[in-house]
């Protein structure tokens, strides 16, 4: 396999932009098209596909790095790849906070009273907890949540590869302690209790579960395929799982058919049992795993015009520079949550116009990016725009260039000299 399968970005930017959608109208606490985007087929979310697919695409790019260089340069790579995320981290509160108090400014507000529990409120005790990670507010737990498997994969990769079986036996045996703790109420006594939303010991089965099937592809062996009996029975189980999820959260939502405990922000009630998202509770694995599986099925069966449409590219330019568009994401969502929240008073023609602006800015964003990324104003050529980005996978290599080096000038001097003449 050579080039990166463009559905990939297209899978990935999808993603992104229902993330966007979601925490934009959760934070602005008027949904709209988030009853339809959050958890679309059930329980599991975009969240589970943006930190898989971020797994499988890490999987494709560092099995060459293993293969290639040993482990010293793939450690390198991650500890460079992790540091590179951590200023991005930073970067991205710099300009959320600019961008909150500039419209708190603007509409004559604070930003305390605009979101009192968010954790915008930036104090120097604070600020040091976010730097240490120890802290951070509402959005921002993702980046976090990769630096710190890019920390914990390297050690991981090289089992991988040479023994699947096992290193995925040792990343569920993790999972396994995260969900004895979570249901033995011994949570706070993990790593990273209380300062990440998410459990990085739970999630991280979910990232290597993707590094293992990127491995599997860059290896030219095809993913395991769900048989004529297993779809109909896995099919069978989504839509079991997606009616009743669907039910409890419109229920949660509207109060329609009986009282039940609802946080105020919160889509579902998060103590439905073994549906944890901070923990990622195992009915939420199996069912995106099964979800998973049927898309890999299904999913190549389309119309090649459909991954190669005007939309689909637009879409995919999202995926392919999935780090920029995400920081850009969470910098809109709080945005659109500030305009929402002081002006918008739950309106709801005003929330999907601010959506619909929201999603056209990241697409706008990711153009930027990928003309950016090309480089057009230097002299190359066999830019690829279905190949490995250096911004999403760590890949050092450039595309083929076309260079002009000091003798060929030297020679060409010479050509026009005799042709002119002195």
Not at 65 to 79: E, K, N
Not at 185 to 199: H, V
Not at 401 to 416: D, R
């Amino acid at each position: 396999m050579t080039s990166r399968d463009p559905r990939l970005d297209v899978l990935r930017g999808v993603a992104l932009l229902v993330l966007l959608v979601n925490h934009a109208e959760e934070l602005s606490q008027t949904q709209i098209l988030s009853l339809v985007t959050y958890a679309p087929i059930g329980v599991s979310t975009a969240a589970e596909l943006f930190i898989f697919l971020s797994g499988f695409v890490l999987g494709l790019a560092y099995w060459r790095v293993l293969a290639s260089h040993g482990y010293v340069r793939l450690h390198t790579r991650c500890l460079a790849r992790a540091w590179q995320i951590y200023l991005l981290h930073i970067a991205s509160l710099v300009f959320t906070v600019g961008v909150v108090v500039s419209l708190a400014a603007y509409f004559g507000t604070d930003v305390a009273s605009i979101f009192p529990s968010q954790g915008l409120t930036v104090t120097s005790g604070w600020l040091i907890r976010f730097l240490q990670l120890e802290s951070n507010p509402q959005y921002f737990d993702i980046l976090p949540l990769y630096i710190v498997f890019l920390l914990y994969v390297p050690f991981l990769l090289p089992l991988l590869r040479r023994h699947p079986g096992w290193g995925l036996g040792l990343s569920f045996g993790i999972y396994l302690l995260a969900q004895l703790a979570e249901y033995s109420g011994r949570a706070g006594a993990l790593p990273f209790a209380g300062a990440l939303y998410y459990n990085p010991m739970a999630w991280q089965l979910l990232f290597v579960i993707g590094i293992a099937a990127g491995f599997r592809v860059r290896e030219g062996r095809p993913l395991p395929r769900v048989s004529g009996r297993g779809v109909i029975v896995a099919a069978a189980l989504l839509i079991v799982v997606a009616a009743w999820y669907k039910g409890v959260r419109l229920n949660a939502v509207t109060g329609w058919f009986a009282e039940v405990r609802y946080v105020p922000g919160h889509p579902v009630p998060f103590d439905v049992p073994l549906t944890s998202k901070p923990t990622l509770g195992p009915v939420r694995l199996v069912h995106f795993l099964l979800l998973a599986g049927l898309a890999a099925q299904w999913l190549p069966a389309l119309s090649s015009r459909v991954w190669r449409s005007h939309v689909a590219a637009a879409v995919a330019r999202c995926g392919r520079h999935g780090l920029e568009v995400f920081v850009a994401g969470v910098v809109l969502t709080y945005a659109i949550g500030t305009v929402m929240r002081v002006d918008g008073g739950g309106d709801p023609v005003m929330m999907l116009t601010l959506d619909l602006l929201g999603v056209l800015a990241l697409l706008a964003w990711a153009d930027v990016v990928d003309w950016r990324r090309r480089e057009p104003w230097r002299l190359t050529a066999g830019y690829r725009p279905d190949g490995l980005p250096s911004g999403d996978t760590l890949s050092t290599e450039r595309p083929a260039a076309a260079t002009v080096s000091a003798s060929g000038i030297a020679h060409g001097a010479v050509g026009i000299r005799r042709v002119l003449g002195p």
